[in-house]
């Protein structure tokens, strides 16, 4: 049975059940076709995020930071340009909520508002299919990877959420480098209908113990917070899941529960770097820092008082970084560590061009990488959020 036609050709295509099973590449086709486009073609961003690699038929990949296409994905805006042969191609950015994907090359013969409608329903409809199928489909891993992943990470990135998640009211985003390599670092955030949940981990090491002692970590901070623990209990799990599968191994790491409603900010410091606070493009010196009690899995070492939650209140615009030792014990091109300060102040200088922050953590793990005498120490974890409350 097919659907009826009469509908729009997007509606008849997702209303028809035979689509269902097509791979990403027919559906492209199909749908490029049946809305009277000469071409299109998906672009996914490879895991580091310097190359669009194109997914829906053979052919080079585009540097992200040298093309259009690369334009598009690092503004999450339109860009056009005429074809040599007659014609136009149009870059949209494939979106799911607040992740940047890729993009969606558009090739048609002219450019018309009707046609920009149409493909920016096509760039979202493709969007979805993407994120609903990437996770079982290893052709979208291999076409966004550059080399092996070792064992550790291979492990670690299956626990990993997207790397940007947002609503109307806080978008929170994370980078996690060496991207083939990581041991023990791993990050977690969630949206509920009130809070963003945030987790930034280090564990003990730099192998595959260490990576489960991060999986369990994660774990065990989902499943606590899916039954609506408050922080303190979200903590304790980690502790008691560590202290019971893995007697002889610890994370250290920060957790947090930030009230988008009220503003306020709660978090749990287990023997990591505190959390930094920008604000009005300042860096608040010690903003955020509180005495820290031990890394998870040591809960002996609390003796018998409880694990401390602290409270801030935020003010609107305000940005908040987790991040491990990693990324400020980094060498830069100039010998010196990147700090607290050159961190704080690189993420301040972005912010204020307008910059959306998913790319500002992208160009700054790539400072740490790029320069020839630049190194990572360790594995090296940002996450940032920021508050835009709606008006």
């Not at 509908?7 to 749908?31: K, R």
């Not at 996914?44 to 038929?57: C, G, I, M, S, Y």
């Not at 079982?136 to 070792?150: E, G, I, L, N, Q």
Request: glycine share 6%.
């Amino acid at each position: 049975m097919t659907a009826e036609p009469g509908g729009s050709p997007l509606e008849e295509f997702l209303a028809d059940p035979a689509n269902c099973t097509l791979d990403l590449t027919a559906a492209v086709h199909t749908c490029a076709k049946s809305l009277g486009l000469r071409h299109a073609v998906v672009y996914l961003a490879d895991l580091q995020q310097r190359h669009l690699v194109p997914l829906t038929e053979e052919g080079a990949g585009l540097l992200i930071d040298d093309s259009l296409a690369g334009w598009c994905y690092r503004t999450q805006s339109l860009r056009v340009e005429e074809t040599e042969r007659d014609g136009m191609t149009a870059w949209f950015p494939l979106l799911d909520g607040a992740e940047r994907l890729g993009v969606l090359a558009v090739h048609t013969r002219a450019l018309t508002a009707e046609t920009l409608r149409q493909s920016r329903a096509l760039a979202a409809l493709l969007a979805m299919m993407v994120s609903s199928k990437r996770a079982y489909k290893d052709s979208f891993v291999r076409r966004t990877r550059t080399k092996a992943m070792h064992l550790p990470a291979e492990m670690l990135r299956a626990f990993l959420p997207p790397r940007t998640i947002g609503n109307g009211h806080v978008v929170s985003t994370a980078v996690l480098e060496p991207a083939y390599d990581i041991g023990g670092d791993a990050f977690d955030h969630s949206l509920t209908t009130r809070a963003l949940h945030t987790v930034v981990l280090d564990a003990m090491g730099h192998n595959l113990l260490s990576g489960l002692t991060s999986a369990v970590a994660l774990a065990a901070c989902r499943s606590a917070r899916r039954t609506d623990a408050d922080l303190r209990s979200l903590v304790d799990g980690v502790d008691q899941a560590l202290s019971r599968w893995l007697p002889d191994q610890f994370c250290t790491g920060v957790l947090a529960r930030f009230d988008f409603d009220t503003g306020v900010l709660h978090w749990s410091n287990c023997g990591h770097p505190a959390p930094l606070l920008i604000r009005d493009q300042r860096l608040l010196v010690d903003a955020l820092v509180r005495e820290a009690d031990p890394p998870m899995g040591l809960r002996s070492l609390l003796s018998a008082r409880d694990r401390r939650v602290h409270e801030a209140r935020l003010q609107p615009g305000d940005r908040v970084l987790l991040y491990t030792d990693g990324v400020t014990e980094a060498r830069m091109a100039d010998g010196r560590l990147l700090g607290l300060e050159r961190f704080a102040d690189y993420v301040i200088r972005a912010s204020a061009t307008g910059e959306i922050a998913p790319e500002t953590l992208r160009r700054l793990i790539h400072s740490l990488l790029d320069s020839q005498d630049s190194r990572l120490r360790d594995d090296a974890t940002i996450l940032m959020f920021e508050w835009k409350p709606v008006r």
